[in-house]
């Protein structure tokens, strides 16, 4: 086939879908068939804009003859263009309309893996939008009863990212002397600490922070440490207290809702695993 085949099928299928004096109705269903044709040929001969172009159009035809399926797997492969491109915003886009187009099929869980090749592919270059993505994902799953596939989703490498950003939005807002916006950054990587069930680092992360003279006499440090100690308890009504405080109500609206959601897990793993770390070592000489 010629180079120029995949611009003539995109040509007519663009005519098929414009009205005129001698065309009253756009004949979907055969420029979708020709959409998909061109974006496979752009996509062999790696021109990945022109095949991403494609892709879409492809996906809003088959989004037109009612088949939101091929539409939602025609957006995913225009999202993993995006992607190859470096057009970040396209990719959240993309992804976000896969999982909308999966929803209208009534399929939670390839909406909510949409969401999560989303988050992933962006994890470097978006990670606030990665962060909303993968929450808006485990929703999606919660929703659906199907909890123990979100929570395994929380505990992905994703948070660790999400909370790896923000410990480094919080040494940016030390060198520009933005203590709320420190502090506020500080509680907000705990807080996803413990959403993905990770006491340890939590604790670790505050006991870190707490070098900072201005952390400490932060008002998220003294929520901090109430949420913390409500775990260390394994005092669920507590944790459910704290997390509905104005300290953190002022957090970002994706950090609230994890909070919200607190707590994740077995609490009682957490206090066994305390009471082991507090047990005194083995005395060898002493055998009483």
């Known amino acids: 086939m010629s180079k120029s085949n995949p611009n003539k099928l995109m040509s007519k299928a663009d005519k098929l879908t414009k009205l005129s004096l001698t065309r009253w109705s756009a004949d979907w269903k055969a420029a979708t068939t020709l959409y998909e044709q061109a974006a496979v040929q752009y996509r062999l001969?790696?021109?990945?804009?022109?095949?991403?172009?494609?892709?879409?159009?492809?996906?809003?035809?088959?989004e037109m003859i009612s088949s939101p399926w091929d539409a939602a797997k025609h957006m995913?492969?225009?999202?993993t263009l995006a992607k190859e491109l470096g057009h970040w915003n396209e990719v959240s886009d993309d992804y976000r309309k896969a999982s909308e187009l999966y929803i209208e099929c009534g399929r939670s869980q390839p909406a909510a893996d949409a969401l999560a090749k989303g988050a992933a592919a962006l994890e470097d270059a978006l990670p606030e939008e990665a962060i909303k993505?993968?929450?808006?994902?485990c929703d999606i799953?919660?929703?659906?009863?199907?909890?123990?596939?979100a929570f395994?989703?929380?505990?992905?490498?994703?948070?660790?990212?999400?909370?790896t950003f923000l410990l480094r939005w919080g040494l940016a807002a030390d060198q520009c002397k933005a203590v709320n916006s420190?502090?506020?950054?500080?509680?907000?990587a705990i807080i996803v600490y413990l959403y993905a069930h990770d006491f340890k680092q939590a604790e670790k992360c505050h006991n870190d922070c707490s070098q900072i003279d201005a952390y400490v006499s932060s008002d998220q440090y003294r929520c901090a440490s109430k949420l913390l100690s409500a775990y260390a308890e394994a005092d669920i009504e507590e944790i459910k207290h704290?997390?509905?405080s104005s300290t953190i109500k002022n957090l970002d609206h994706v950090i609230i809702r994890l909070a919200r959601k607190l707590p994740t897990g077995d609490l009682s793993s957490l206090q066994a695993a305390a009471a082991k770390d507090e047990e005194p070592p083995l005395d060898e000489n002493d055998l009483t």
């Open 45 to 62: 001969s790696k021109d990945y804009e022109k095949a991403k172009e494609a892709f879409e159009k492809a996906s809003k035809g088959q």
């Open 76 to 79: 995913e492969s225009a999202a």
């Open 133 to 137: 993505m993968c929450t808006d994902a």
């Open 141 to 149: 799953l919660e929703e659906d009863g199907k909890e123990q596939m």
């Open 152 to 163: 395994d989703l929380y505990r992905s490498a994703k948070y660790e990212d999400a909370a």
């Open 182 to 188: 420190q502090c506020k950054a500080y509680l907000s």
């Open 242 to 244: 704290v997390a509905q």
